[in-house]
Structures are given as C-alpha cells and as structure tokens.
C-alpha cells in the first residue's frame, strides 16, 4: 500500500478510497504507457524468440538435445516478460519525459527516495524466478544424465590429441577416427587426452565434456536419429584446434551391427 | 548541496630546499635504465646459464631473466626507488621534493614523470586506457576479417590464435583500469572531498607498473605469441612458445598494479572522506569502486600464483599443472577462474556505479532505493567469489558440485536485478536530459538485460554442456563486458569529461559514435548468438560454410563500432584542444567534485568541504545552508 | 571552432584507423611467407577399384632438420626443427587416385597413439616401405605420420593417415649427410575438390609438453595445407 502511496503523492490522480489504490494507480497515465510499452515488448520478443531461435540452433538428434533446446526457449520466455519490464520503463520514459537542450531540467520531479513495497515486490519476483531456474535446471540435469545410468550402454573410449580424434570399442576391440553409433542406445563415452585439454562436443547432441591428459572424464548420450552429426573440439588446444572435427554416423542396429562385423578397413575414400 | 565550507589551517614550509636526483628521473630514463639492465642481464645470462638437456628451459631463464630485469631497471629509473630508498636510510624527500612529485608547476612534463597528484595520475590512465582500447580494437578488427573471409583462413592459424590472445589479454586489462583507473583516481578523491589520495606514491607506482607492461607485450610479437589465448589455461600454456613468459609476467605485474591501486583506493575512501559524509551520504560511486577494488584484491592474487606456478613449470620444470608427472589442468583452471568470475564483477560493477551516479544528474530525481544498491553491489561481491566453477562444469572436475555452483550463480540475478531496480526506479517518472551521458544509461540497461539473461541460460548445467566453448558464449560476455561495461565507462567519459579536461565533450560527435558503436554492437553480436546456437566453437579461426552468414554480419556490425569508436576518438581529441569551455558544474549535479573549480587546482579545495546530506537531493525542498 | 575543420580531424581519424587495420590485416597474413605450392605431376591413367582414373604422384621428404626445404640453405627462424618439404603446401587433383612417395630421413620411437602406427584412407589400406606391401608399422618404432583431415563443411570428408617408420641410425650415411632413408609409397583416390590440413601425429615437436610445442605447433614444419582441386584447375 505504501507503494501506492509513494506513486500517487504527487501524481494526477490524487487518491480517493484505499481500496481502489490499485486500480487507480493502474490507471495513472504514465503507467498506462509502460504498461502499453510493456505489452508491446513481451509480445515482440516472444514472438521474434518463437519464429526465429528454434531455426538458430543446431537439428537435435538425442533427448539431451531436445531437452537443451526446450530449456533454452523455457528460459527465454522466462525472462521474455523482466526484460520487457526494463525496455517498458525505458521506452515510457523516453518517449514521454524527454527534455533536450543544453541547461538542465527543472527539479520538478517527485522526490522519490525509496519504495519499500517496490523493493520487497521485486526481490520476491527474482527470488521465485531464481528458485524456478534452480528447480528446473536440477530436473533436466537428472533427465539428460539418464543414459549414462543405462544398463545396457555401449562404452566407446573417446581420446582427443593434437589435433584429432579417435574412438575405440572396447567390446569390439576396434579402433576409428569416425563415430558409429546404433541409434536409441544409450552410450556412454570415455573421454581422454593425450597431451592438452580438449573438449569433446556432439553439436546436435547437446553433450560436451572435457579430454584432459590423465584423467578420464565421462559422458552420455542416447541418439535418437539416424543419420551424420558433427563432433567438434570446444576447447583452444593450439594451431589446429579449428579443424579438430569429424563426424558421427547414426546407423540403424542392423547397420551397426553389420559395421562392427566388417573388421577390413572401413574407411575407404572417397567416402561417397 | 547543502555543504559548509572551513578553512583549514595549514603550515607551509618556508625552509628552500634543492629537489634531489627526482628532477632527473623520468620517462626516459626509466626506459634508457630498464634497456641497459636487460641487455646486461641477458648477456650474463646466456654466459651463465649453461646449455643442459634441456635447452628450452634454458631459453625461458633467459628471456624471463632479461624481462625481470627490465622491469627492475624501469622502475628504477622512472625513480619509484627513491622514496624506499631514503626510508631505509631513515630519511624521507623533502617538502621541495614533494612538491616536485606532485608536479608543482611543471606543465605537460608532469605527464611523463612518477607524478604523484592524483589528476595526473587519472589523465595518465585515461590516455593509457585509450591506447589499450585502440589497440584491443585493432586486433578486434583482425579477428573480424579473418572470420568475415568466407569461412575464415585468411590468417595463418598461429598468428590468428595469438590475435585472439592479445585482443584478449588486452581488453581485460583495458576493461578492468577503464573506470577504476581514470575516474577513481581523478574524481574519487575530489568527490569525497580529499586534498590527495592517501597514499600518492602507491598510485604513480599502480600506473608506471602497467607502463613497465607494455615493452614486455611488444616483445611477445618477437617471441612467438600468445597463442594458448588470454586464459592461459595449462598445460597448452606450459606447450607454447617464449610469448608465453610474456603473458606471464605481464600477469603478474599487472596484479601487483592492480594490488596496489585497490589497497589505495580503498583506504582513500574509507578513511579520507570530508567531514560529514557518513556512509549514507557517501556517492554510490564509492562504494562501487571500492566493491570493485577490493574484490580485485583476493582475487588477482591467485591469478598472481598461478601465472608463477607457470612460469615454474616453463622455466624449471616444476610440474605444477603438466599432467604427465603429476601436475593437473584442473589445478590451473580453479586458480584461473577464482579470478576468473570475481575479475568480471571488478570490471562491471564500477561501470554500472558510474551510470548510477549519472542517472540522478539526468533524471533530476534521487537515486531511487540508495540502501538496495549497496545490498545489490555487496551481494554481487559476496556471491561471486563462490560462482567460479560454472566456468568448469564440462571440464569433468567434480560433476558432484555442478549443482551447488549452478545455485550460487543462478543467485547472483537476484543482487543483479537490484541494480536494474535501482536504474529504473531513478529514471522512472524523471526527466529523460538526453545528452551523452544519458545515451548510456539507457544503452547499459538494454545490453546488460541480454547479458544478463543469456548468463542465465549458460548457468544451467545441461544449457552449458551444449552451449559452452562456443560462439554463443563469447557473445555473452562481450554483451556484459562490454555492451554493459564499456557503455557505463563511454557513459562516465562523457559525464566527467569537462571536469577532466575543462571543456564539453562534443555533442554531436558523441551522438552519430554512439549510434554507431550501439547499433554496429548489437548487429555484430546478434550474429554471434546465432552462429553459436548453431555450434561454432569459440576461438577458430576457420569454421564451417554453414556459419557464413552469421560471420559476415558480425564482421560488418564490428567494422561499424570501430568507425563509431574512431569518431569517438576523435571528439575526444577535437573536444580536449578545442572544444567548448565547460564551468565547473555544466550538469547541474551535487557530488564534490563539481563543487571545485575546474580546471581543479593542485589540492583540489581551497577549503575543505562539510557534507550535510547525500548528494541526490533533486526536487527535494532545500534548507538553507548556513 | 569551425566546424568543417573538425569534420576533417574525425575523417582523419578514420582514415588513419583504418589504414592501422589494414596494414596490420596485411601483415598478419603475411607474416610467414605463404609456402610455395608443390603439385602432384599428372601422368596417364590407372585402373583402381573405383574404375580407370586420372593417375597423379608427387614426393615429399621428412627431415631431422630445417636446413633442405623452404625453409633456406640456414635453415631460417629454427634450423633445428624437423621438417616436411620441399614445401609445407601440397596440391592433389581431384576424383584421381594419386601416389605420394615419402622419403623418410628422421629418426623417431614409441608413437602413444598406435592408431597412427597403421595406414588409413589408402586404395586397401596398404602402402608400401622399402618395396614391401603393409598395413602399419611397428607401433613402437615410429618417425612421423603424415595424416590428412579437414573440418566439417560443405566439401567431401577425407581421412588420410601414412605412419613413416624412423630411419636406422646406425646405417652408412647418404651423401647428403642424412641416414639413409625409408621409401614408402601410399596410393589413395580423392574424391570432390576440397580444402584439407594435413599434420604429423607423432609428436615430434622436442623441448615441448608432450613434444606438440616447437615444430609441431608453428606453422609450414610439420602441418600445412593440402588442397584437392579440379583437375583442370
């Protein structure tokens, strides 16, 4: 109520009845043009955000993925309405409260110091948003762990040097500088390094971790797509650090299988 | 302002006495000793140090050997040895001498010498900020081309990764002395009404230490570069080239600086303030810049450790962080980033004080929520020594502590949105002066909200795994760094200007750069979300056709905040010889400083002042003041 | 102040940024000669597994030092490194199947990798050393590889890997002052034209952690462009 108060002291509609503070202060000019402005930001940005991030970011080929891209429109239609927030008041204020010229404005300004109400209503707002953001990324972070919990995983050891990859099977005891993975199987990487840190990063399966040099990191992953994905190094490792890439191929498990089988060399160029 | 003016008694010394061998010192001296004593020592060096096994360390000895010699020699010669000198021998400089360091009546030469008044020492860090930005935004331009050639290349590979290195390395230091280094020296002191900061000698010592830098970042062109990247992260760093006892040193001299600037102006503000200025009358930029400078001082210390921790494992093998024989990166990376996260409030916080000591002048109300701000400002401070390992939940260090860092982090918004709270609720119902300083206010608060949202989607562990080391990332912090950082420090150039120098910044000028600079930044790092959503790694200096587009627009939004940022340049040249006569208080505002004359004489107050309110009281009926 | 004045100081001072940028753009290009480009020589046809192609071969040396390629008679900045050459750029026709002959002259050991100790992206995986057909050498006696890849874009995937086994130390010196060195020749089919690096993935780069510093992490020693072009190009 304080808030209230503090706002319509000095403002056009001086106060009739306290139950009504809120409407009249709802219906005070310059709020009424934040307000306009306010709408007018959430909706642009929402709707920019949903016609144009989803095609932004990189085709999703696992749950993680598709987990990373919803968080990340979750979070932004999240912040869609703070931010509007911020643009509101300053789109009122400028359109509205402009003084040009070389002297300065008058002081004829409402001396507002502080406004109790004001404040506590904006901590509480982040605080609850703060929790949200908390709740949501502790769940999704359980969700996207779930393959490497997988009885059934596939383990390929992956080593990262200067400036290449390779991968091994250690079930099928096989050795390659491209990925092959049955699709809808969970998997489960090794990740290591032979000298500097490298990071070891499927772009559309929204999983990365870092290669270091005598320690093995892990990471897992259920792809959910056939077809060929980019493995790329997220980590300055030196002169070629830009083309330490290859690729992932997604196959079908009879593919796979048939792939492990054929123990000649698979690799023959060029590839198509 | 409600402010008293008394006289202070002071007794002169009347006694002439000769100024001793400071007359003699300065800048180029300091630079014919340092080159002397590093071409001594690296020759007795390559005599002494003899050929091993291992001739690499044995170059990294000499070329640091040669370096620390240099700065010894430098530093002695620009005479910041004098002082300690006498001291030893129990003795001190003499009032002349004094006088003489305070660059009593010396004219433009003061510039050049280890002055000690604070005014030059901020015009000093003014102009090295300015070449530092230059420089920084020259290599900006190279990386730019490189990657705006149809899917990069044009650059050879070593060359591109130290460009990276130093456009780092540099926009860092050049970031974290912008507002602390030119207005906390220059407009600190005057606005809490001291004669001096309290320690004089520190600070000509906190800025002739930087100078002592450049020389040995030059050298690093000769020595092979930089190019394991500002980061420095080992073992790459322990990998590279003799560029890389370069960064070394430059770190560590730079936190000393910064050390001793951040204990300086600390105490200034704790204890030298006018009488009557309690904490709840004290300017908010006091409190944001001593936030800032003394969350430098845990943290760079670290940076200090690691980078001689480094110099070790380079120089004689100490294995620190080389994995091979027991050494870790993880090591490297924690020391790294427990500066790594407060450094980037250090850089923030003084620029988003600035705007807050600026948008009360503009609005003409006061400062809305004044005791939120300081909770905000202290809350950033407290939470941000324990955020640091968000930079590491991929590395596969401790997975077990992603959860609680992604905690501490995600808390960060809510001292963060109180400074949002603080802005908004000043602007709100204020006046909108739309001069140059203002431009600013409003330009911090549109970048620093994408700043600070997209941080919110990096501080989601699974949001990170997908999104770290990429293109998405380096947008981010630029937008924080310098769509919210830079902005408040363009912000506090204008506003401070004519107290700096005496006449107005030019308007017009000002204007058609800051359009350009805000739409070319908005332009080129707009792209970089997008070509980092898509999955461009950071850092690259080829990539794939696919992110063609996304490159070439960020490439010509950078071209377009480079010319901005020359016409920048420009007015402050034009403005600083010729521009229009300012008086000593052409905005209208009521902290101290605009209270003096300008240009402000030696000891700033001809009588010091007595503080009987806070200086924010616009449109608040004033009592006369007795 | 007139104005016209000041608008030419601020054109100035973007003409002079400007002109800073370019020449700094200039010589970051520069600052290393670019490499001269060594071509495959285009010689007939040969009949492959994928049907009778444009045949093309080149040779490319590997030395214990800088002192016999591009990189001058001293040596240039570090005669100490070890080296490819004649030259660090190669340039191969595209849909052909091209022969490279490597002369060997640097000695070597335990590669840590042994993925690299075998051939890959060969006509059948093989090559030849000293006459002899063979998959892969000895992962613990390696010289150097000469391993071909690229990034991720819009031209063909290549993966190309020759490990190059060390010369005997004890043998009669040639001539040249160097052991006598391994012969190996790999044949292998390119496919569409494109840009490749190709790097030695046996870490050679001495007086470095894990031996990538030096000559392996500086430009035109031991990595550098391999292009594959229309054949008519």
């Given at each position: 109520m304080w808030l209230m108060q503090m706002l319509s002291e000095t403002g056009e509609d001086t106060t009739k009845q306290s139950g009504n503070r809120v409407s009249s202060f709802l219906s005070r000019r310059d709020v009424q043009q934040a307000i306009r402005a306010w709408v007018f930001w959430a909706v642009t940005l929402g709707g920019l955000g949903y016609l144009f991030i989803p095609h932004l970011m990189a085709d999703s080929a696992s749950k993680t993925m598709d987990i990373v891209k919803s968080t990340f429109m979750a979070f932004y239609y999240t912040s869609v309405p703070v931010a509007a927030v911020v643009l509101a008041i300053a789109t009122q204020t400028v359109l509205h409260n402009r003084h040009t010229g070389t002297a300065p404005p008058p002081d004829d300004n409402p001396a507002i110091e502080t406004n109790q109400m004001a404040n506590i209503v904006w901590v509480v707002i982040s605080s609850a948003l703060c929790v949200f953001l908390l709740v949501w990324g502790l769940v999704v972070d359980n969700v996207v762990a779930e393959p490497s919990r997988a009885a059934n995983a596939t383990v390929v050891n992956v080593t990262g040097q200067q400036w290449i990859w390779t991968f091994n099977y250690p079930d099928a005891h096989k050795d390659t500088s491209e990925l092959y993975l049955p699709v809808d199987q969970p998997v489960i990487f090794k990740v290591q390094s032979k000298d500097v840190t490298h990071a070891f990063w499927i772009v559309q399966m929204g999983i990365k971790i870092n290669a270091n040099r005598g320690e093995i990191t892990e990471t897992a992953v259920t792809p959910n797509k056939i077809g060929v994905f980019d493995v790329r190094c997220a980590e300055l490792c030196g002169l070629l650090h830009a083309h330490m890439q290859t690729r992932v191929h997604v196959v079908s498990k009879a593919d796979y299988e048939k792939w492990l089988a054929n123990q000649g060399s698979v690799e023959q160029w060029p590839a198509s | 302002m409600a402010s008293e003016l008394i006289t202070e008694d002071r007794t002169r010394h009347s006694a002439k006495k000769s100024v001793g061998i400071i007359r003699h010192l300065n800048l180029g001296t300091a630079v014919i000793v340092g080159a002397l004593l590093a071409v001594t020592v690296n020759r007795i060096a390559t005599k002494l140090i003899i050929e091993g096994d291992e001739t690499w360390r044995r170059h990294d000895q000499i070329v640091m050997a040669t370096m620390l010699a240099w700065f010894i020699g430098f530093m002695i010669g620009i005479g910041a040895l004098v002082g300690p000198t006498r001291w030893f021998f129990g003795k001190d400089l003499n009032h002349d001498e004094a006088m003489f360091l305070a660059g009593k009546d010396m004219g433009i030469k003061r510039y050049f010498?280890?002055?000690?008044d604070h005014k030059v020492v901020g015009i000093q860090y003014l102009i090295l900020t300015i070449a530092l930005f230059f420089i920084g935004g020259v290599l900006a331009m190279l990386i730019r081309t490189n990657l705006g050639h149809e899917s990069g290349g044009l650059i050879p590979p070593q060359v591109y990764n130290s460009i990276v290195g130093f456009h780092g390395l540099i926009m860092i230091i050049a970031t974290i002395i912008m507002i602390t280094g030119p207005f906390g020296n220059f407009i600190l002191p005057i606005m809490i009404g001291a004669?001096?900061?309290?320690?004089p000698r520190l600070n000509a010592l906190s800025f002739w230490l930087l100078i002592s830098i450049l020389p040995i970042l030059a050298a690093t062109i000769a020595l092979g570069g930089i190019p394991m990247g500002w980061s420095g992260y080992n073992p790459l760093a322990d990998q590279g080239p003799l560029g890389v006892d370069s960064y070394i040193f430059t770190i560590v001299i730079f936190a000393i600086s910064s050390a001793v600037a951040g204990a300086n102006i600390t105490t200034t503000a704790m204890k030298?303030?006018?009488?009557?200025?309690n904490w709840s009358r004290t300017p908010l930029f006091v409190f944001g810049t001593v936030a800032s400078v003394a969350l430098a001082l845990p943290a760079f210390p670290v940076f200090m450790l690691s980078q001689v921790m480094s110099a070790m494992d380079r120089a004689f093998g100490a294995n620190f962080f080389n994995p091979e024989f027991g050494g870790s990166a993880w090591l490297y990376e924690n020391l790294f980033w427990i500066m790594g996260h407060p450094e980037v409030y250090v850089i923030l916080i003084p620029a988003v004080v600035a705007i807050m000591e600026i948008t009360p002048v503009f609005a003409r109300k006061p400062l809305f929520s004044f005791n939120m701000a300081i909770v905000g400002i202290f809350g950033i401070v407290g939470l941000s020594i324990f955020v640091w390992a968000h930079h590491m939940y991929i590395s596969g260090w401790a997975p077990l502590l992603n959860g609680p860092f992604m905690l501490t982090t995600e808390l960060i918004s809510i001292p963060t949105g109180l400074l949002f709270l603080v802005i908004l609720g000043t602007i709100w119902?204020?006046?909108?002066?739309?001069?140059l300083p203002m431009l600013s206010v409003y330009a911090l608060l549109f970048n620093f909200i994408i700043g600070g949202v997209t941080g919110i989607f990096l501080s989601d562990v699974p949001e990170d795994a997908a999104l770290h080391g990429s293109m998405f990332v380096t947008a981010h912090f630029h937008y924080t760094l310098m769509g919210a950082g830079l902005t408040g420090a363009l912000g506090a150039l204008a506003y401070w200007f004519p107290k700096m120098t005496g006449r107005m910044l030019d308007e017009k000028l000002g204007r058609i750069s800051f359009w350009l600079v805000q739409i070319g930044f908005t332009v080129t790092f707009f792209g970089m979300f997008a070509v980092g959503l898509e999955g461009q790694p950071r850092r690259v200096e080829a990539y794939d056709i696919i992110f063609k587009n996304g490159n070439l627009i960020s490439t010509m939004g950078a071209y377009t905040i480079f010319i901005g940022m020359l016409i920048l340049l420009a007015a402050v040249i034009t403005s600083w010889r010729n521009g229009e006569i300012a008086g000593s208080n052409p905005w209208g505002a009521q902290t101290l400083e605009w209270m003096t004359p300008t240009p402000v004489p030696l000891e700033n107050f001809e009588v010091l002042p007595v503080v009987t309110t806070n200086p924010y009281q616009y449109g608040i009926k004033q009592e006369t003041s007795s | 102040m007139v104005p016209v004045n000041k608008a030419l100081r601020t054109l100035g001072v973007i003409a002079i940024g400007s002109l800073v940028v370019s020449l700094c753009v200039v010589l970051a290009m520069g600052v290393s000669k670019p490499p001269s480009i060594l071509k495959a020589i285009q010689n007939g046809k040969a009949q492959t597994p994928e049907g009778l192609l444009p045949a093309a071969h080149m040779e490319i040396s590997i030395w214990p030092d800088s002192m016999q390629g591009m990189h001058g008679a001293h040596g240039g900045a570090h005669p100490d490194f070890v080296s490819y050459g004649p030259t660090s750029h190669f340039q191969v026709p595209a849909h052909s199947v091209v022969t490279i002959t490597f002369k060997q002259y640097d000695s070597g050991e335990k590669i840590w990798n042994p993925y690299f100790a075998k051939v890959h992206g060969t006509v059948d995986g093989s090559m030849t050393l000293d006459g002899k057909k063979v998959t892969g050498i000895d992962p613990n006696a390696v010289g150097h590889t000469f391993t071909v890849h690229g990034m991720n874009t819009g031209q063909p995937d290549m993966f190309l890997s020759i490990p190059l086994p060390p010369t005997d130390e004890e043998s009669e010196p040639e001539p040249n002052g160097y052991a006598k060195p391994h012969i190996i020749t790999a044949t292998f089919i390119t496919g569409a034209a494109g840009q490749y690096i190709w790097n030695c993935e046996y870490p050679c780069g001495d007086g470095s952690y894990a031996k990538f510093g030096n000559a392996m992490s500086t430009g035109g020693y031991m990595s550098g462009i391999f292009d594959v072009v229309d054949a008519n190009a």
């Open positions: - | 010498r280890y002055t000690t004669r001096d900061m309290a320690f030298m303030r006018a009488r009557g200025m119902r204020g006046s909108v002066w739309t001069r | -």
